[in-house]
């Protein structure tokens, strides 16, 4: 889920890497059909309390959604820009956005024990105060990068060895 933690590497060090493909498509990247997609990792006892899951801007809310409406524990989270409820960009995002709103978001904390929200102060894309608002509400660990915009490629981010120390 966070393509720049170089999956070979990961690999290297006998760990299972497991990355679903998402659909990305406009009307197809929604809530309903990346649940299809966890659903097999779940079936297939991949998705479990030994599992660690690294997700990033979207995909935090949506694991969390997830694990709580699945009633799944795993080992630990480590996201990367997250937010929710995150509205008023565009008709494509906010319908994207949207599938993935969570009321409910504190209760993730009943299905993973360690959780650590990376986010940025300049973020082009989420505001601060919606990254900060989310890593509030589930984690104490937290860990700002000044800077940072969306710590994705684009941003300057091509590697980003500090998620390493999560796994």
């Not at 498509?25 to 599992?51: D, R």
């Not at 978001?105 to 989420?126: G, I, M, R």
Request: aromatic residues 14%.
């Amino acid at each position: 889920m966070v393509p720049i933690l170089k999956k070979k590497k990961i690999e290297d060090s006998n760990l299972e890497v497991y990355t679903p493909d998402f659909p990305s498509e406009v009307g197809k990247q929604n809530y309903e059909n990346w649940s299809k997609i966890l659903k097999c990792y779940v079936n297939a006892n991949i998705l479990n309390e030994n599992t660690i899951i690294f997700a990033q801007s979207i995909a935090p809310i949506f694991i969390c959604k997830f694990l709580v409406e699945n009633e799944i524990k795993v080992k630990r989270l480590v996201f990367v820009c997250g937010f929710n409820n995150y509205l008023g960009i565009d008709k494509d995002y906010d319908a994207v956005n949207e599938s993935m709103y969570f009321d409910n978001l504190a209760k993730v904390k009943n299905y993973c024990d360690d959780t650590v929200c990376f986010y940025s102060d300049n973020d082009p894309y989420v505001k601060y105060d919606a990254e900060k608002e989310f890593a509030d509400t589930i984690t104490d660990n937290q860990i700002l990068i000044s800077g940072g915009g969306h710590l994705n490629a684009e941003s300057g981010y091509i590697k980003f060895t500090e998620l390493l120390k999560y796994i």
